[in-house]
């Protein structure tokens, strides 16, 4: 076996560990920053994106890898926070490109409701899911 070939049980969706793009962030976004329009604020992080049917017909005909591979990852629904970390890609870079996605037919969009955000319950909610994540000796966080 070599070592490309991907192991028996693996899922077909599984991503491939491909090198840091040599393609710069300011190249794939044009200089455009995320939150750049005064008017228009950054999409949230929360966000959850999903790949439409057009976005995953146009696979093989993207420019950038990096478009590729949200369309990829966003099979299932990934909020944009997901999908950085997934592809090792600056948040912000994500953002512009998955708004371009969008724009284009190939992506939607689903932005959490406004006063989500400022639901004191949500914050409870993510702080003991990471007060329940263990530390690296396997201690879980008393709080």
Do not use: K, W
């Amino acid at each position: 076996m070599t070592s490309g070939e991907p192991l028996a049980g693996d899922d077909a969706e599984r991503e491939v560990e491909r090198p840091a793009s040599v393609v710069r962030p300011f190249l794939l976004t044009a200089g455009r920053i995320a939150g750049g329009d005064s008017l228009v604020p950054p999409i949230p992080i929360e966000t959850q994106v999903v790949s439409t049917d057009r976005g995953l017909a146009a696979l093989d005909r993207f420019v950038f890898d990096q478009h590729r591979d949200i369309i990829t990852v966003c099979r299932e629904p990934q909020s944009l926070a997901e999908i950085a970390a997934r592809l090792r890609m600056h948040l912000n870079v994500v953002r512009v490109l998955a708004d371009d996605l969008r724009a284009d037919g190939q992506l939607v969009l689903y932005a959490p409701q406004a006063r989500s955000n400022r639901d004191a319950t949500v914050l409870r909610r993510v702080i003991d899911g990471l007060r329940a994540v263990p530390d690296s000796r396997g201690a879980i966080r008393e709080g």
